[in-house]
């Protein structure tokens, strides 16, 4: 069932624009991969998942992470969120994000809908 996003606070718009837009960003520069799938779900709290099939995250072997996935968990955390980046399941990687969202705020769905 497709949830309803109308009425999510804009600070959680905001922040899913962002960390969708640089994990996109990451799958065209670092991924190589050939397709790209983006799961959006609300309830309690905004979940977003943006899996590729590229050749998954590598360690730089320093510890370090980029800027840009940095970036995301940063966001995610502002709003009491996380982002998590992992390899993908069979292959590639896998972004994983969790906003809370506000009682009172919570998105509908379509079964709450008024006909």
């Not at 996003?5 to 670092?30: C, M, Q």
């Not at 983006?38 to 730089?60: F, H, P």
């Not at 069979?90 to 809908?113: E, F, K, M, N």
Request: aromatic letters at 0%; proline letters at 4%.
């Amino acid at each position: 069932m497709a949830a309803h996003l109308d009425g999510l606070p804009a600070a959680i718009e905001v922040a899913a624009y962002r960390i969708v837009s640089e994990a996109l960003t990451n799958v065209v520069k670092h991924a190589k991969a050939e397709s790209c799938r983006i799961t959006i779900d609300a309830d309690r709290a905004l979940s977003i998942d943006v899996i590729d099939d590229g050749i998954g995250i590598m360690s730089g072997g320093n510890g370090n992470i980029g800027v840009g996935l940095e970036s995301m968990r940063e966001r995610a955390a502002e709003l009491g969120g996380e982002c998590v980046v992992t390899p993908g399941d069979a292959r590639g990687t896998a972004v994983r994000v969790q906003l809370p969202i506000p009682i009172g705020r919570r998105a509908r769905r379509d079964a709450d809908s008024p006909v």
